[in-house]
């Protein structure tokens, strides 16, 4: 018997529902994303408390990730995680690496984008509702009160918008790549599903004629 590979876990293993093999396709590419994020606030010159806290984001995301994957609350878990991004790890990314000048308004694209694909039913319009709330208030932060938020050279900003803007369309088009691959999957065994039974009631009716 061939062993199954993770990727064909991921897009085809019926024990798993539509939601988990989304759940972990999209998570693991998310987190991919955060580490890749840190890289470029390496590279950028970015703050310690920065780099600290989007180090702790992601350690923390990826334990309630593994943790979700174990109990198999799926979505409790992506409810947790969308959250965690959109209510904590961004905004305080927002307000310690430049504001609109960097690349935190960015970062949110992706939180947006996670919750879409990963959470279910109404807690995903509470979460998104909620995500573009904080989105202002970082706006108004940014405006009224720009002492609070951690300064930018123009270079800094000009590399770190940049770099940020590369890593989140990559990470995006990932996500919506594999979730299109996940619903073509699902889409082809529904249809060999419903061949299977077409075929099955042919052999019934000519085995037992009315």
Same mark, same amino acid.
């Given at each position: 018997?061939?062993?199954?590979?993770?990727?064909?876990?991921? #897009?085809?293993?019926?024990?798993?529902?539509?939601? +988990?093999?989304?759940?972990?396709?999209?998570?693991?590419?998310?987190?991919?994303?955060?580490?890749?994020?840190?890289?470029?606030?390496?590279?950028?010159? +970015?703050?310690?408390?920065?780099?600290?806290?989007?180090?702790?984001? @992601?350690? #923390?995301?990826?334990?309630?990730?593994?943790?979700?994957?174990?109990?198999?609350?799926?979505?409790?878990?992506?409810?947790?995680?969308?959250? %965690?991004?959109?209510?904590?790890?961004?905004? @305080?990314?927002?307000?310690?690496?430049?504001?609109?000048?960097?690349?935190?308004?960015?970062?949110?694209?992706?939180?947006?984008? $996670?919750?879409?694909?990963?959470? +279910?039913?109404?807690?995903?319009?509470?979460?998104?509702?909620?995500?573009?709330?904080? @989105? !202002?208030?970082?706006?108004?932060?940014?405006?009224?009160?720009?002492?609070? %938020?951690?300064?930018?050279? !123009?270079?800094?900003?000009? %590399?770190?918008? $940049?770099?940020?803007? &590369?890593?989140?369309?990559?990470?995006?088009?990932?996500?919506?790549?594999?979730?299109?691959?996940?619903?073509?999957?699902?889409?082809?065994? &529904?249809?060999?599903?419903?061949? +299977?039974?077409?075929?099955?009631?042919?052999?019934?009716?000519? @085995?037992?004629?009315?």
């Amino acid at each position: 018997m061939r062993k199954k590979t993770f990727f064909h876990t991921l #897009l085809k293993d019926p024990e798993y529902s539509l939601q +988990e093999r989304l759940f972990r396709l999209i998570t693991v590419i998310g987190l991919i994303g955060l580490v890749l994020g840190i890289a470029v606030g390496i590279v950028s010159g +970015e703050s310690l408390i920065n780099l600290a806290a989007m180090t702790v984001g @992601f350690l #923390l995301l990826g334990a309630i990730v593994v943790f979700t994957l174990r109990t198999g609350k799926i979505q409790a878990g992506a409810v947790t995680v969308s959250a %965690i991004a959109l209510y904590v790890v961004l905004p @305080f990314n927002f307000i310690t690496a430049g504001g609109i000048y960097g690349g935190g308004p960015i970062w949110f694209i992706l939180g947006f984008v $996670l919750a879409t694909i990963v959470v +279910e039913g109404k807690a995903k319009y509470i979460l998104l509702a909620g995500g573009y709330v904080v @989105f !202002l208030v970082c706006y108004y932060l940014a405006y009224f009160h720009p002492e609070v %938020i951690g300064q930018h050279t !123009l270079e800094m900003a000009y %590399i770190d918008s $940049l770099a940020t803007m &590369t890593v989140v369309t990559v990470v995006t088009c990932g996500m919506l790549l594999f979730q299109n691959a996940v619903y073509r999957n699902e889409n082809e065994m &529904t249809r060999r599903q419903k061949k +299977e039974i077409e075929e099955l009631n042919k052999a019934q009716n000519r @085995f037992f004629p009315a």
